[in-house]
């Protein structure tokens, strides 16, 4: 029946050209094959040479032992078929393998997850949540990838990605993103660059994988001149003419697809040169026999690739007589056999021919497609159907036909896991329902009833503004008396889609429901209700009464898993407003009980929430050993699929908060790197937050750049999303800290005044304001400090003012628990050694026993309210906020003339830092300890600065400069400096142009401040 390949010599035997992007494809093919993972995205315009350059490649590396899997995107994507290229490459591996060598290559061995992608797999798991449901397809081929990557190097070519549907483009992210634990998956993407228009989904695509280390996207040019005129002789068989090979460059310009196309059979080029592509396209169908024609043009309408048999029912010729017509089609190469059917050369030629069809004849040929689909599904592959009688009924603009079929499509899509595909042909029954008179027999469901489907799919996919949209138009229709359960059931769907959205209205439509929802009519539902409610963030007074009466309705009906959700609600609730919670307390006791009862029911998911809750409060409190060990043990025990899709990245945050807190910083940044990887798309709040955390250990070991990296991201995540104390605060804290050791304190005062306007931190939860207050004021100290050394009137009002304003915030904040005790010290201790210094201006030693006559009467500085900070820090094993506590108790001792004290604090903070890797902190110690002259001890190799190390050696300061300097620093002339130093004023003028030329700044004053920053006067030094 079908007819061998013969090839019209229409298209060269070798590549041309590309040994560039041939060499790139190689290397990433090698870099797989060592284990690493590697994913190339090629873009290219049209014809212009992707799938030649991939199908080239494919062959050297399937030469070199790999198995080459390719999977195209249809244009029916854009349609509603889902997972197109995905079912496209699974139906070739049950073809190679048979489907049992398939199932056994899955856990449990059976394919009912893959069977959605693919009927011939057998009976496919229906029902059950269909987010979970898509997240298991995903682990399966995932899973069946892994398998074939242990046999032999893969290489999955995806093409044509600027058709996928969305469902497909999530699984290449997904399996993209999961690349390391592929190793041996080479992901090959080709798209069209020309057709991506600014909206176009494909784009957001590419940015966020172009993130990712080991993706590459390379970009296939047109070909060279030169090129372009190998291509002719490769074609032609003989070089062509110079004439006509610039001739042929200057029409194709360089587009492979337009040399093939201009150059006829006969090797000369085109007589009469058409006008458009679309037309040069055109041209070698026209030279093909009328009935040939006809069929190309029935063709044309059955998509990328046509069976025979379809095309015989649809064209009304029977099988001599569709073969006989298609033959010259083929010996002209226009179309190829494909599986048992026909495929256009290139698809290009295809549209060509499709669009080239008068519009009656257009919507009769989609019409006999539909209808001989319809009477007989099987002429089409497997579960396709439904969703190509939709298509070709919706392109014969046959609007009753269309929207049935598009309803039956949806409920098909359903079934594959493909919501937005499903959301998509929802939307086009609803689109057409004013169209069709009868429309609510046709589908035996009314409009309601299609809008409700449609809220339940734009759940599923994340449409949460359409769901809003069709979710309100739905409770406009009902009536709330005659059927409140739908009513109620809209508004919850509606609230969620508002939560997730992050707007804060989203409680309303929750009480509203609930009064729908009588507890004698659906007990189960009034629960959900009354727990989603009770979640509510903090900032939003929410009756606690509801999860009393949660509570107690799941008591009544006996539902031990229910019962657990609402101890654990319950929980919360009794640990505010200091949202801690030690080990031995009432709220604690809950959530064992809730454990208990959860573990109990086999109820997975309330155990992770029971983990996510008491990490949480442990935290707080400062038991970090506890909540670190909480959130592991419950992220390694879990299902690594209910993890992935619910608790894993707040556990992971929820594990990495304390390690940063206990100094375990390597251990930080691996589980919030992993969990980055892992959970593909945490939300942006928990992208946020794992963003602070990195930037946090970043900034504590010096490197800036890395750290604002890691704030810009967690900056970006935030802007979209409904404020909360829990995921703004510690960002905004993390900018005060960067500022001050980017760009000095008077940047860190912007930046704490900003956010001490931007969020009312007296009446934030303590636990999140706390440590903004106190990161507050340690730029406060560094800036009174900075202000006395440089004389700066201004920066002293300024900071003056700022100490007054934290001082009110701090006096609203209560503390809660140890670790917010913490905070409270050493605020308290930053706060009196500030004032000190600000009362002493404009004498910059801040000492108490320097103080002139003017100066109010100092007090002393705050040695012993350090000291207790550090105590703090100390008990609750958090070495860096000690370590840095005891740089201020040495420095309150220096300026206490106290060395023997400052002696012992530097010489406990040196080696915490040191272990950190803290490099900063090391320096602040060292250079303290070189101005006071103390010798730090730090022979076990706990060694914080190069012993060669000099602040004022390395800036190449001579020590008279070095005086100099410091007589600058004090606010001196050069009168007075000439008298102090027995030189000519004309000298001192010398030696200070020559100190700011080597600080590298303009004036006196920014000299003073390079000066301080560097501590190179401190106190004690002048002691
Ligand atoms: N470097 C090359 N050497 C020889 N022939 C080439 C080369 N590049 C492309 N061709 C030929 O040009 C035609 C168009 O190329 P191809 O189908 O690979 O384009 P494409 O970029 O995949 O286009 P589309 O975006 O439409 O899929 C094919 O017949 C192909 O064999
Ligand atoms: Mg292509």
Known sequence: MLIPEMSGRASSPVLVGRGEQMAALEAAFVSVRQGGPSAVLLGGEAGVGKSRLVSDFGRTAASAGARVLTGGCLELGTDGLPFAPFTAV????????????????LPGRTTRGLARLLPELGEPDTGGDPAEARARLFEEVLRALEHLTRQSPVVLVIEDAHWADRSSRDL??????????????????????????????????LASLDRI????????????????????????????????????????????????ALLCCDGELSAELPESLRDLLLESVRRLPDDTQEVLRVASAGGETTGHALLSVVSGLDDAALTRAVRPAVVANVLHPRGDGYAFRHELIREAVHDDLLPGEHGRVHSRFADAIDADPALVPPGRAAIEMAHHWHAAHDSPWALIGAWRAAAQAGRAVAAAERLSLLARVLELWDQVPDAAERIEADHVRVLEHAVSAARDAGEYERGIALATSGLRELDPAAEPARVAELLVCRSHFKEKLGRKDFAMDLEEALGYVPADVSPTTRIDILLALSHCPPTMTIERSYTEEALALARQAGDEAKEASALLTLAMFNADPGQQAASDSGPLELITQARDMAGHRGAEDVLLVAAVNESHLLEGAGEHERAASVARSASEGADALLLSRTSGSVLAINRAEPLFALGRWDEALAVADAAMDRFLAPGPMHRALLRVITGSVRLGRGDLTGARRSMTTARDALRSVRYEDQHQLPLARLEILYALAADGPAVALAAASQAMDRFELGGSSPRYAWPVVVAAASAVLAGARLAGLARDEQLHADFAAMADRLRTVAEKLEAFGPAQRAYSLTFAAADADAARLIAAFPDGSGSGADAGPAAAPAAPPALAAWDEAAAAWDGLGEPYSLGETLLHAAEAALALGDRDSAASRLERAAPLAAALGARPLGEQIALLARRARIRLDLDDGAGVMPSSGDGAGELGLTDRELEVLRLVAEGRSNREIAGALFISPKTASVHVSNILGKLGVASRGEAAARAHSLRLFDPASTA
Do not use: C, K
């Open 213 to 260: 280390a080991w993706v590459e996207r390379i970009e296939v040019q047109r070909l060279t001149r030169q090129d372009t005129t190998e291509l002719a002789a490769r074609i032609l068989g003989r070089t062509p003419a110079a004439d006509l090979a610039e001739a042929l460059y200057h029409r194709s310009e360089g587009n492979p697809l337009f040399v093939e």
């Open 172 to 205: 290449l992210t997904f399996l993209i993103g999961n690349q390391r634990a592929l190793s041996g998956l080479l992901v090959v993407v080709t798209y069209r660059s020309d057709e991506l228009h600014r909206t176009h989904p494909l784009r957001p695509l």
């Open 90 to 105: 699974l139906r070739d591996l049950v073809h190679e393998m048979g489907a049992d060598a398939v199932a056994s290559m």
